[in-house]
Nanobody, 126 residues
Framework: QLQFVESGGGLVQPGESLRLSCVTHTYGLDGYTVGWFRQDPGKVPEGVACMSGTDETTYYIDSVQGRFTISRDNAKNTVYLQMNSLKLEDTAVYYC???????????????????WGRGTQVTVSA
């Protein structure tokens, strides 16, 4: 599995934006399905946005559709999550994951068993 270092989180007010980044120094990202997951305390990580490793197919859960955008730069081994119109319920620790075992983006966002990095905290508060 690829190991990631996530960054870009912070404290914002509702309606504001953040851009998260995660970079891997383990291997190149080419061909890997990638995803952003988030975790509330006491809960399992939830896949929120996932992207194919072979084309630009993406999947978003309903609660972030239209507000979040996942993208990748394979040359920089980096995955991004642009988060706009943030809501209180977006507060969580956000993590990256990548695998070649799950090529379909919906299945990626529903997958589990990843080895997580430290994540980056996103706090949306009025």
């Amino acid at each position: 599995q690829l190991q990631f270092v996530e960054s870009g989180g912070g404290l914002v007010q509702p309606g504001e934006s953040l851009r998260l980044s995660c970079v891997t120094h383990t291997y190149g990202l080419d061909g890997y399905t990638v995803g952003w997951f988030r975790q509330d305390p006491g809960k399992v990580p939830e896949g929120v946005a996932c992207m194919s490793g072979t084309d630009e197919t993406t999947y978003y859960i309903d609660s972030v559709q239209g507000r979040f955008t996942i993208s990748r730069d394979n040359a920089k081994n980096t995955v991004y999550l642009q988060m706009n119109s943030l809501k209180l319920e977006d507060t969580a620790v956000y993590y990256c994951a990548a695998t070649r075992r799950v090529p379909h983006v919906l299945a990626m966002c529903q997958a589990s068993g990843f080895s997580w990095g430290r994540g980056t905290q996103v706090t949306v508060s009025a």
